[in-house]
């Protein structure tokens, strides 16, 4: 959708996706820096609740004070704060991992380990469905990409059984050079133990070793657990995306 003024100059744009099967449509919009504060905005948004009968969700990116009160004037909830935390790889200080009594860590195998690693994913991402419900399907999708390295994939293994009990699954960013966290869980029973501290450290510690000088990571504001485990390791906030919809 495009915003235009009387004279055709272009104010502002909005783009829709409504390709999720269960929740409200989400959209993005921006208004050209010049032409900010003049209600283009407002118009933007509230067509957008026109067109979805209400049911929106809107990414805020960097969550501008603009962005917050349009949301307020739009009369939409934050429900999701995403943030993206990094820190420096270079000179890695971290001591040394200490794993729990029993437990070993090794790099995926695949071929071998797919179908025990879906169990201790859906396990672990229990709360978390966009994680969880990873399918067999999603993960050989994913060892198909160019970026899967199944080295820099941990697991943290039982020594007596062989039972997964953790993992961390990392991901090089090599145009940008960064080293993501890409994924961290830890069996349910087993968690509080020190094993996300461990496989965190190690992934860090393998990205670093790849001479990449920044590591990042996603994660939502609201899993304490995993924030205060990457605060502890050094990470800090370098960016913040908010998303809003509406109540229905
Ligand atoms: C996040 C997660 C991987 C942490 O693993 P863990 O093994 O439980 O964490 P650890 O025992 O290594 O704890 C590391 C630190 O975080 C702290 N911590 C762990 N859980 C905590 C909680 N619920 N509340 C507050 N602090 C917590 C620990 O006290 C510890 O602090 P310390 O280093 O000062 O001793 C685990 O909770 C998990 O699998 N959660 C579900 C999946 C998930 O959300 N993953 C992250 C998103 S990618």
Redesign the pocket.
């Known amino acids: 959708m495009l915003l235009r003024l009387p004279d055709g100059t272009l104010a502002g744009y909005a783009q829709l996706d409504g390709s999720d099967p269960v929740e409200s449509p989400a959209a993005e919009l921006l208004v050209a820096p010049g032409l900010r504060a003049r209600g283009h905005g407002r118009a933007l948004g509230e067509e957008l609740l026109r067109l979805t009968g209400r049911r929106l969700r809107i990414w805020a990116h960097g969550g501008h004070p603009a962005a917050r009160h349009l949301a307020r004037v739009l009369k939409l909830h934050l429900f999701r704060e995403l943030r993206q935390l990094r820190r420096p790889l270079t000179d890695l200080d971290l001591p040394e991992p200490v794993w729990p009594e029993g437990i070993a860590v090794r790099a995926f195998v695949p071929g071998q380990d797919e179908e025990a690693w879906l169990e201790l994913n859906a396990a672990?991402?229990a709360?978390?469905p966009e994680?969880g419900g990873m399918t067999p399907r999603d993960l050989a999708d994913r060892e198909a990409e160019p970026w899967f390295d199944p080295e820099g994939f941990f697991l943290a293994v039982r020594e007596d059984g062989g039972e997964l009990v953790?993992f961390h699954w990392t991901k090089v960013h090599a145009a940008e050079e960064l080293g993501e966290?890409y994924?961290?869980?830890?069996r349910p029973g087993?968690?509080?133990?020190?094993?996300?501290?461990?496989?965190t450290t190690t992934g860090l510690r393998h990205l670093a070793s790849r001479g990449l000088p920044t590591g990042m990571?996603y994660?939502d504001a609201d899993?304490?657990?995993?924030v205060?485990?990457y605060e502890?390791l050094g990470f800090t906030t370098y960016e913040t995306d908010l998303m809003y919809r509406t109540e229905n």
């Open positions: 672990a991402f709360h978390h994680q953790g966290v994924v961290v869980g830890v087993a968690q509080g133990g020190g094993l996300g501290r461990a496989l990571l994660v899993n304490v657990p995993a205060t485990v502890r």
